[in-house]
């Protein structure tokens, strides 16, 4: 089984763009998809009130990155 090596929280409105934040803050150093699976989950909505009139949601994510084991 694989194991939980890192976990971080992200604010993005989509999954695409909290991964792309999480990849720029630890400077891509989870991107080798052969050794990492890195996995965005939706914690709660954090949108304000500006947001709501803009059309748009904003999420708080949590980011866990797993350790592929070799097999």
Known sequence: MNKVIHTAQ??????????????????NKYIDENKYRVVATKEKEITDEEQIKEGVRDWLWRVDVYLKEEE
Do not use: R, S
């Not at 992200?10 to 400077?27: K, Q, S, V």
């Open 10 to 27: 992200e604010t993005a409105t989509e999954e695409c763009f909290c991964l792309e934040y999480f990849d720029d803050g630890t400077d």
